[in-house]
């Protein structure tokens, strides 16, 4: 009789397909196949799209790294401005201080300082004919006071007020009677400080950036500064970059104009500091930089009243009890220091 013998299975094993299939992908290089197309059309717009893509990564790289995109700015700066002037000046034979000639006297970001003066002295109210032959208006009074004889009224080109009467200035000419100053600008006299060139400047800057809450500890100073130093260092944009005392001629000329056209004329002169901070490096690397320019443009192209000036009166009293006056009508030049910035981090 036969017997059954059990089953074996085959010693033959193998992996699955799928195994197979993963481990010949992985073992096995592929490449794409390169056409070429030569067409000049197709060749210069893809060397066009390739140029633009290499410029837009460089120039994303610059600002990014160079330019410091990555960094928060605050630009609302808080300054605090304080001036003061030194000199002396003579006018019309007296020597003058600051307190005479710079105004106004508290030191502030804006302030005047005055080239000439044109002084009528000893004016009292009263009644007095209204003519300046003097001046460029001369034949405008003469027509005013045909036209506005028997009424009383004021005129902005008239100092005072018109009583309305035609009265009688000399033996050949008549005028407008005024109640006001009296008498009327008739014989000036016109008295020019010079010296006002050799003039200094002393400014002092402090300024905060409130987002980071920085503030510039020493201001504009640096802290090598001395008080030796102050007392013989005048600003120069290459030896003396951060001396904080200007001699008013060394301003004139930096904005590019002509001391004695200026001050005849008078004109406004802007000092400008800016401040640009990274706050990534040390304070001491937060330093200002300074710039000149003239800020009247309309002043220089146009006749149409040309300059700087204002009135002002000094008032006496006699021993009578009669009030007097000295009108004083300056031309100056006007400083307006500008301060401007900001500050990024980190």
Known sequence: ??????????????????????????????????????????????????????????GSVWVFLHEKAYQVRDTAIESSVMTKV????????????????????????????ITKLITTENQVQGFCPEVRPWSRHKQVFLVQSKEMRGSSRSSPHVPGVMTGKCVSFNSTLNTCEIRGWCPTCLSPCVCVCPSVENFTIFI???????????????????????????????????????????????????A????????????VIGIKIGWVCDLDKSEDSCNPSYSFTRLDAVSEKNNVSPGYNFRYAKYYMMENGTEYRTLLKAYAIR????????VSFP
């Open 1 to 58: 009789a036969s017997v059954l013998q059990p089953h074996q299975p085959s010693a033959d094993i193998r992996p699955p397909a799928s195994m197979m299939g993963c481990i010949t992908d992985f073992f096995t290089y592929e490449t794409t196949k390169s056409v070429v197309v030569k067409s000049w059309t197709i060749g210069v717009i893809n060397r066009v799209v390739q140029l633009l893509i290499i410029t837009y990564f460089i």
């Open 86 to 113: 030194k000199g002396f000046g003579v006018y019309n034979g007296r020597v003058m201080d600051v307190a005479d000639y710079v105004t106004p006297t508290q030191g502030a970001s804006v302030f005047c300082i």
């Open 335 to 342: 400083f307006d220091v500008l301060v401007n910035g900001n």
């Open 204 to 254: 002092k800057n402090s300024i905060r950036f409130p987002l980071f809450n920085f503030t510039k500890s020493v201001g504009n100073f640096l802290p090598t500064i001395t008080s030796s130093y102050i007392k013989k260092c005048n600003f120069d944009p290459v030896n003396n970059t951060y001396c904080p005392i200007f001699r008013v001629g060394d301003v004139i000329r930096f």
């Open 256 to 267: 590019h104009q002509n001391f004695s056209t200026l001050a005849h004329k008078g004109g």
